[in-house]
């Protein structure tokens, strides 16, 4: 409750305002409510005599009675006696109709236009769309009730023919009233909650089309892009990636509680069967007078918690855009992440970025010159029968590990000698030097190429593919010491 500052003008209006300024009362949207079941507000006789009595009175001066609501409800709220976003004609207006259709249902007369609680589910349907609080429409309601009963006992207090002995009918009256305003409050608190579910629907509704219309490369008209940054309620401008993730029907991927405990804003969609995102990234922090690093400069922390949580959190298979700066560029950075997911195995539960992957991406896009590179680099090794496994497992190790003999006999569980003598024999089936960079290269592309070629049991885990070293150290084969 807001009390009016010292000094502030009274807040009462001075002259009835002008009706033909006051906006109509205007329908509800949609089918109309069913009317609610009414119940009796008192016996008959002496009790609903005196309701009608009243009723009658205070309708003949509804304007003036309007005016006092409205005054003192301006005077107890800021919301309203701010005039934004309800106007003053528009309080008065619709004050004065809650007003009529409560007198008329306490004095038990017609109803003038409409059923008795129509102004009410007016009024909250209209406050939702406005954004002003319930409780700030609740406590106007409250102010109206008070105000109301004022008058009321205003007029008992000096009706003619009062007897001494008229206190408990009086009393009944006033539960009567209290009763009304009651029904009335909750008839505006429905309509009013059922109207924010409306408008929550709709903001939903743009919200997830401006969202296909970002991904679907529509952003290039400026206003599509700032309509969709003001429904989605982030910058136009600002380090973004877009990410799609395998869609499992059974239990699809929620990332956006995930990440947002991580610190990282996304708004997600299902799309294709697959559930794409545009992720937030905060921005980095750069210490005074230092220029702030390239996308790709070394690892970026933020980037980094993204990818762990896709791994750790979601159990999806995710593939992630380079990083963008305006959401207009959302389009070309769903195809780069829907690229990099399909270099990753399905149901991997992996998630890789975009520039991690173009090794694979390139391949993935051209599976004949894959088969090629896979031909002409691995060929005869292929071919060898019991040999392949083990020279293929080496080879993938022995690259990706500097070529160091030392390192992938490490992990390997064999001796140095039994790398140097696996490589050997790779250079030897396939007419290479280990020696040659050109070689190395060809060797690492045939690698990466094998499970776009129709071989997926190319070797990825050195584990899978060699047996453990038996007692001595040293794992002995065909190329053992």
């Known amino acids: 409750m807001t009390p009016r500052p010292p000094g502030a003008p009274d807040p009462s209006p001075d002259r009835t305002p002008d009706r033909s300024s006051v906006p109509s009362r205007r329908p509800p949207s949609g089918p ?31 304007d003036r009675l309007t005016d006092r609501a409205v005054a003192d409800i301006r005077a107890h709220s800021g919301t309203y006696a701010s005039g934004d976003p309800v106007t003053h004609e528009d309080l008065w207006a619709i004050c004065r109709d809650n007003l009529l259709r409560a007198l008329e249902d306490f004095g038990g007369l ?45 007029h008992l207090r000096t009706r003619a023919g009062r007897q001494a002995d ?3 009918l009086e009393l009944d009256v006033a539960g009567a009233v209290w009763e009304t305003i009651d029904r009335y409050s909750v ?6 909650r059922l109207g924010q579910l409306e408008l929550q629907n709709q903001q939903d509704t743009r919200r997830a089309a401006l969202f296909e219309a970002l991904l679907d490369g529509r952003a290039d008209d400026p206003a599509v892009a700032s309509a969709a940054a003001a429904a989605l309620g982030v910058p136009a401008q600002d380090r973004y990636v877009v990410v799609v993730a395998t869609q499992d ?24 069967g697959r559930y794409a995102g545009i992720v937030r990234l905060p921005r980095r922090d750069t210490p005074a007078g230092r220029t702030p690093p390239l996308p790709g400069a070394g690892p970026d922390p933020a980037l980094l918690r993204l990818l762990d949580a896709l791994r750790e959190r979601t159990g999806a298979t ?33 998630a890789a970025v975009f520039d991690a992957r173009l090794t694979e991406i390139l391949l993935s896009g051209r599976p004949d010159i894959a088969e090629r590179i896979v031909t002409v680099h691995l060929g005869p090794i ?8 083990a020279l293929l497992t080496t080879l993938r190790v022995w690259l990706d590990h500097g070529c160091s003999a030392s390192r992938a006999a490490e992990l390997l569980y064999c001796h140095r000698n039994t790398v140097l003598n696996r490589i050997g024999r790779v250079a030897e089936l ?7 960079g050109e070689a190395r290269l060809g060797w690492a592309l045939a690698l990466r190429a094998l499970p776009y070629v129709g071989l997926p049991d190319a070797p990825g885990s050195p584990s899978a593919t060699v047996d453990p070293p038996g007692p001595g150290g040293a794992e002995r084969d065909g190329y053992g010491t």
Not at 33 to 62: F, K, W
Not at 430 to 436: I, P
Request: a positive charge; hydrophobic letters at 35%.
């Open 187 to 192: 008839a505006m608190a429905d309509a009013y």
């Open 166 to 168: 008229s206190r408990d």
């Open 430 to 436: 396939t007419g290479r030097s280990s020696e040659s």
């Open 110 to 154: 017609a109803p003038t236009d409409g059923d008795f609680e129509g102004a009410a589910r007016e009024t909250g349907r209209r406050r939702a769309e406005q954004g002003v609080p319930l409780d700030t429409v609740l406590q106007a309601y409250r102010r109206g009730g008070r105000i109301l009963w004022q008058v009321m006992a205003e």
């Open 382 to 389: 292929l071919v060898t029968g019991g040999e392949r496994a």
């Open 249 to 272: 029907p059974a239990a699809p991927p929620r990332p956006a509680p995930v990440l947002e405990a991580q610190g990282l804003w996304s708004y997600w969609r299902p799309r294709s």
């Open 32 to 62: 109309p409510a069913a009317p609610r079941a009414r119940t009796p507000l008192g016996s008959a006789g002496d009790s609903g005599a005196l309701r009608r009595s009243l009723a009658a009175a205070l309708l003949s001066d509804v």
């Open 318 to 350: 995710a593939g992630v855009s380079p990083e963008f700066e305006r959401l207009s560029q959302a389009g070309r950075a769903l195809r780069l992440a829907e690229q990099t997911l399909r270099t990753l195995p399905a149901g991997s539960g992996e």
